[in-house]
């Protein structure tokens, strides 16, 4: 299992309202006009999952599977040309000072790992740092 982990991002709200807002997916529609049209399509989402079609990935489906109250969201895809399962951390430092670190695991062949690394590694901070810039 091969890991990629995000630089920690510093959010200036609470744990509890960043939680909030990351674990019911179905408040992407308040961001959903942040998503970059021309990179993904077919974006569609309720409480528990969100799918999108990525090119030249395909259609990838992620579920949360597991919600740790102010600390933890836990997701993996369900329909994926490769498995990955994604982490959302959160720490509250202080109040209106959270810490987020996101952590995607997949399973890559030793032939994949080259290509995809990068790219993934590139993804995984961009969408780090949406994430920290959300009103929340």
């Not at 630089?7 to 959903?32: G, H, W």
Request: aromatic residues 8%; proline residues 7%.
């Amino acid at each position: 299992m091969t890991e990629f982990v995000s630089e920690t991002k510093q959010v200036p709200y609470n744990d509890d309202r960043i939680f909030a807002m990351l674990s019911d997916l179905s408040n992407l529609e308040k961001v959903k006009d942040r998503i970059p049209q021309d990179k993904i399509k077919d974006f569609e989402f309720d409480s528990d999952s969100c799918s999108l079609t990525v090119d030249p990935v395909g259609k990838v489906t992620f579920h949360i599977v597991e919600r740790e109250p102010n600390k933890t969201i836990k997701f993996t895809t369900t329909n994926s040309p490769v498995p990955l399962f994604l982490w959302i951390q959160l720490k509250q430092v202080e109040i209106g000072d959270t810490r987020m670190r996101l952590t995607v695991r997949a399973d890559l062949s030793p032939f994949l790992k080259p290509m995809v690394s990068k790219p993934l590694t590139e993804g995984l901070e961009k969408i780090a740092e949406v994430l920290a810039k959300l009103p929340y």
